[in-house]
Structures are given as structure tokens and as C-alpha cells.
């Protein structure tokens, strides 16, 4: 499978209320850009046992561990039996400033 996750500038964002779950609601305007990634999930070898993350492009600072994709996965397979994949983005979409 491969997606194409879109880009948007953040044009204005309003912090309405915080809500009893330590959430906030918000009220936001986002501006669409034509600019994507390249995100690829396939199956992995039969001898893998978890999956495998692999970046290109723009480089992606930080911890691994904390990437959103890795995060995401890790947070399915506690709850469903993933089977062992591969995922490649090609990260074409800066990341917002410090």
C-alpha cells in the first residue's frame, strides 16, 4: 500500500477550553499546500517477527522511537495481531519550526 499524506500551513489556531479528559477543543484555520510524503507499508520477510521503519528525504530529528508512524504501530499491535511489515516514508513535507 502506498498513500500520499497531504500537507497544510497552520494559518490560525484558538485554544477554546480545556476539557475534562486533558484535551483541549479548538477552533482552527489550515491553509492545503501541494506537497506530500510517500508512505509505503508492505509485508515483510516470513522471518520477521515486528516491522521495520526506514526514512528518506528530508531528515526526521529526534528519537525514532518517537515518530509518529512508529508510534502508531507499536500502539495498534497492542491491540490487534499485526503482521510483520516494512515501512518506507519519503518525507517530502518539512516539519514544523522550533
Known amino acids: 500500500m502506498i498513500t500520499f499524506p497531504n500537507s497544510k500551513i497552520n494559518i490560525g489556531l484558538n485554544i477554546?477550553?480545556?476539557r475534562v479528559d486533558g484535551y483541549h477543543n479548538l477552533e482552527t484555520v489550515f491553509y492545503p499546500i501541494p506537497l506530500q510524503d510517500a508512505l509505503e507499508i508492505v509485508p515483510a520477510p516470513a522471518q520477521e517477527k515486528s516491522f521495520r521503519f526506514t526514512a528518506s528525504g528530508i531528515d526526521i530529528e529526534g528519537?525514532?522511537?518517537?515518530n509518529?508512524?512508529?508510534k502508531a504501530y507499536k500502539l495498534l499491535s497492542t491491540?490487534?495481531?499485526?503482521?510483520?511489515?516494512d515501512i518506507y516514508l519519503h518525507k517530502?513535507?518539512?516539519t514544523a519550526p522550533d
Open 63 to 66: 528519537d525514532p522511537e518517537t
Open 79 to 85: 491491540a490487534y495481531q499485526l503482521p510483520p511489515i
Open 16 to 18: 477554546v477550553e480545556k
Open 92 to 94: 517530502n513535507i518539512p
Open 68 to 70: 509518529l508512524v512508529v
